[in-house]
Nanobody, 126 residues
Framework: QVQLVEAGGGLVQAGGSLRLSCAAS????????MGWFRQPPGKEREFVAA????????YYSDSVKGRFTISSDSAKNTVYLQMNRLKPEDPAVYYC???????????????????WGQGTQVTVSS
């Protein structure tokens, strides 16, 4: 079993930055492929970014590519999502997810991830 705890959400002005973190426990961090998803109000959960367990590969949705950066720190068992140049369309509950399968990181599909955090709210003011 894997436990994921997100932190770092909040209110930021459009054009500003936030860094989300997700601390993992319960399984060796190096065995986990990690992802970030978001769910805007009234919409389905969507893929944002993923990083493979080796940290060697990263994947991004087109909507955040060039603005968001996913990274991991194995010493802290933590994955980060640095969000820059936030836009009015970025507000959502952001979720951290994990799975041992590389397929999860590669496909970005919610169904591929076995473990989920509770989410953290990101709000962008215009």
């Amino acid at each position: 079993q894997v436990q994921l705890v997100e932190a770092g959400g909040g209110l930021v002005q459009a054009g500003g930055s936030l860094r989300l973190s997700c601390a993992a426990s319960g399984r060796t961090f190096s065995t986990l492929n990690m992802g970030w998803f978001r769910q805007p109000p009234g919409k389905e959960r969507e893929f944002v970014a993923a990083i493979t367990r080796s940290g060697g590969m990263t994947y991004y949705s087109d909507s955040v590519k060039g603005r968001f950066t996913i990274s991991s720190d194995s010493a802290k068992n933590t994955v980060y999502l640095q969000m820059n140049r936030l836009k009015p369309e970025d507000p959502a509950v952001y979720y951290c997810a994990a799975d041992q399968s590389y397929r999860a990181a590669l496909t970005g599909r919610t169904i591929e991830y076995s473990y989920w955090g509770q989410g953290t709210q990101v709000t962008v003011s215009s």
